[in-house]
């Protein structure tokens, strides 16, 4: 039975250079309204995470989170999915260093009145750093047993002196997989008050 990754799938193909025909069939058998674009797999967890945590099938509400493989290729997906494309609602988080792009692909694709993006002043991973605080965030590190590699990584030359804050932040990047492992733990972490407001106000979006 075809499912919502399913037509992530086809959309990712798609967006490579395949064809685009079984993505919109699959978008009318799942009554897909909402694409949310994500810059990667971290955002995605993050995003299923906090979903997860109050209640929400984004699924089952015609809403598809597409981790895009980096930001520049927003205005690819944003062409293929959005008015010019599926006819499909757009939503989604940019970093604040790129918001600038995003509005420029956006409304090359006359995509802008028809979507809703949420800035993050860094990225993701550090508003959730920022939210949770750096103790707490080093105590989720120590109980998932990553300890003795933080160690490590805070004895090389090039962490020495830097902020607490964006130790930690490079420290989630150096490792495969641990970004989207720690995307979804740091949201789990999180007390209701305490969600980023980019995170926040995107799933009220939907």
């Known amino acids: 039975m075809a499912d919502m990754r399913a037509f992530r799938d086809e959309v990712r193909g798609w967006a490579a250079g395949g064809p685009g025909g079984a993505a919109s069939d699959l978008a009318v ?8 674009l994500l810059e990667g797999p971290s955002d995605l967890a993050a995003v ?12 089952a509400e015609g809403v598809c989170v597409v981790p895009m493989g980096g930001a520049m ?8 999915l959005g008015p010019s494309g599926l006819g499909l609602r757009l939503a989604g988080l ?13 409304k090359r694709v006359r995509a802008a009145s028809y ?3 949420f800035v993050c002043v860094r990225d ?6 920022r939210a949770l605080g750096t103790a707490r965030v080093e105590e989720i590190v120590r109980t998932e ?11 090389q030359p090039a962490q020495h002196g830097r902020p607490r804050q964006q130790q930690l932040r490079r420290f989630l990047g150096t490792k495969k997989g641990r970004k989207i492992r720690y ?3 740091l949201v789990e972490a999180l007390e209701p008050e305490q969600v980023p407001a980019p995170l926040d106000d995107l799933l009220a979006s939907l």
């Open 29 to 36: 058998r799942l009554g897909v309204r909402t694409a949310v």
């Open 48 to 59: 299923e995470a906090l979903a997860a945590r109050r209640g929400r099938d984004l699924d």
């Open 73 to 80: 290729s927003v205005g690819r997906y944003a062409g293929l």
């Open 94 to 106: 940019c970093d604040e260093g790129e918001q600038r792009f995003y509005d420029r692909a956006l």
């Open 115 to 117: 979507s809703a993006f």
């Open 124 to 129: 993701l991973e550090d508003e959730l750093i």
């Open 145 to 155: 047993g990553d300890l003795r590699a933080w160690q490590t990584f805070l004895r």
């Open 183 to 185: 995307g979804h733990l």
